[in-house]
């Protein structure tokens, strides 16, 4: 799955991968989190477009956002099917640019995180879904969640699910919607593959959304790992014996 990325590249850069018309600036972040505003590309009028949209897919049909829960993440295997996908992933696919990804990997007593990028260190396209919510009183919010597959093998040691990523000679197929069908794409909605993605362990930092630092994704030192152990649990104290018919206990 997908529940925190980073886009670290300059913002030239990102534009240069993804193509689209605009000229936007952005800082780079180290922490991306659901329910913030991401970058993500669409294509419309046949040219490629920067847009922001929070993340966290709210369908068209749903009356109170805040009674329904934020879907950041979409099973390939069910998108066709899910009333909440079955409509973007034919209309409204997009792509959300990123450098990496966070993984927390439970071991023992411990939930480690883990900083996962690209072998090669480019930035990469999560596949996109895309929704506009139009409230009562006629605001729109564009809306995404990032579409997931089962892992590969070296990458499922982390976590059975990964987020998908579009190779770079995908976008244009993944992003038109002018057929107003799916079947054309269903073959991309695959995780990575195996040798594609690497990773390290890093602070458990990252587990606050307010530290959105270059610090979060450098690997962890050994001296971080021995600060974040768990601290062994204190025995609970002994209860002292009951005292005698004079109501005072023995110390001893």
């Not at 195996?194 to 390290?200: D, K, N, S, T, Y």
Request: with cysteine; glycine share 6%; charged share 25%.
């Amino acid at each position: 799955m997908c529940g925190r990325f980073v886009i670290t590249s300059p913002p030239a850069a990102i534009r240069q991968v993804f193509g689209y018309a605009e000229q936007p600036n952005f800082p780079p972040r180290f922490n991306i989190a659901p329910t913030q505003p991401v970058p993500v590309v669409i294509l419309d009028q046949g040219a490629r477009h920067f847009r922001l949209m929070r993340w966290g897919l709210v369908p068209a049909w749903v009356k109170d956002p805040r009674k329904f829960s934020l879907l950041i993440n979409a099973r390939s295997e069910t998108v066709q099917d899910k009333p909440a996908f079955k409509n973007a992933i034919r209309r409204r696919r997009c792509l959300i640019p990123a450098d990496g990804y966070y993984e927390w990997h439970v071991s023992a007593d411990r939930k480690r995180p883990y900083f996962i990028y690209r072998r090669d260190r480019e930035p990469f396209g999560f596949a996109g879904l895309a929704e506009t919510w139009v409230g009562p009183n006629g605001e729109e919010v564009d809306t995404v969640a990032i579409a997931t597959a089962p892992a590969s093998p070296d990458l499922a040691v982390l976590h059975h699910r990964v987020p998908v990523t579009i190779a770079e000679d995908a976008f244009e197929q993944w992003l038109d919607c002018s057929s107003d069908s799916a079947e054309g794409v269903m073959a991309m909605l695959t995780g990575p593959e195996e040798g594609e993605f690497a990773w390290h362990e890093i602070s458990t930092r990252v587990n606050h959304v307010a530290n959105d630092d270059a610090q979060l994704v450098l690997p962890i030192s050994d001296e971080q790992r021995a600060a974040e152990a768990p601290k062994p649990k204190r025995a609970a104290a002994r209860k002292a014996p009951s005292g005698g018919d004079d109501g005072q206990g023995s110390l001893f």
